[in-house]
């Protein structure tokens, strides 16, 4: 029986710790020099504002004039890209270019009248934020492309400009952020002979996961239904579901990029990153500036 492989060593990470009253920072003992700050406010907001106030800060503390911007998907990114609009209309940004990573984000930047261009592989990107559907907690992995994708679209591109920008934020939830996230983590295809692809999937997330071929309308489904969904590079989308808390993104990563016939997937690890969490009890920030250490 197939099972996840957790990784076999913890990820090292130093901790840092500042606060709105002075106190000692705090340093755990770990193999590499990483970084995460943590910047509590001591508002007391709902869900909706609490995330509107995350989306605001990751654009007045990460956006300056004369950059290039990726959009992000999501409620949050949506958020991000209306106040970025207000922001240039004021005059309080300048020459900003956005790219977008969705039609969605396309059509809620060009609704804010934020200039667009589209990407291209050798595109500089300055900056970038971002929805996530979980980022595991002391490790900056993330899941993204859980959302519904309409046919024109594709992770491919959202994960290419996250990655191409020199630094990236994901604007979540608090309860996003954990260890052992569950769920599922989609997986692009090639769509000739996907069956046999997902079922090597199958076998080697036996008893950890079910294996689903995302559909384009109608009832989801292991087949996905009469109408799977086919990305605008001609690729499936399998949901790979898992039926516990998964012990290591990382690990799942490396299990899919060895199967022949997978293209892509929604797992995402990218350095430096910043993670600003949104929380009633008042917003977080962490970051992590470098990449770890190996042996």
Request: with cysteine; hydrophobic share 40%; net charge negative.
């Amino acid at each position: 029986m197939a099972s996840i492989a957790s990784s076999s060593s913890t990820l090292s990470t130093g901790f840092l710790l500042h606060s709105p009253t002075p106190q000692l920072g705090r340093r755990r003992k770990r193999r590499t020099p990483n970084f995460v700050r943590i910047m509590p406010t001591r508002s007391s907001l709902d869900d909706t504002s609490s995330l509107l106030t995350a989306a605001q800060y990751t654009v007045d503390t990460y956006v300056k004039s004369g950059m290039v911007v990726g959009l992000g998907s999501g409620q949050a990114s949506g958020m991000a890209i209306q106040h970025l609009g207000r922001q240039l209309h004021r005059g309080n940004l300048k020459d900003i270019v956005g790219i977008p990573t969705s039609v969605a984000s396309a059509s809620e930047a060009a609704k804010a009248g934020i200039p667009l261009i589209t990407y291209q592989g050798s595109s500089q990107i300055d900056f970038a934020f971002d929805d996530a559907d979980g980022v595991e907690e002391g490790k900056f992995v993330a899941i993204i492309g859980r959302r519904k994708l309409q046919s024109e679209e594709s992770i491919i591109q959202e994960k290419s400009i996250l990655n191409a920008a020199n630094k990236l934020a994901f604007i979540i939830e608090e309860s996003q952020y954990k260890g052992g996230l569950e769920g599922s983590i989609p997986v692009l295809i090639q769509s000739l002979n996907w069956l046999a692809i997902a079922e090597e999937i199958d076998d080697m997330f036996l008893g950890d996961a079910e294996v689903w071929r995302r559909a384009s309308i109608g009832q989801a489904g292991p087949l996905g239904g009469d109408f799977p969904l086919v990305t605008r590079e001609g690729h499936n989308v399998l949901d790979v579901i898992f039926t516990s808390p998964i012990p290591s993104l990382a690990e799942v990563a490396k299990i899919l990029d060895k199967v022949d016939g997978v293209v892509d997937h929604g797992v995402i690890s990218k350095i430096p990153c910043t993670v600003v969490i949104a929380s009633p009890k008042g917003l977080k920030v962490l970051e992590k500036l470098t990449a770890d250490i190996v042996g």
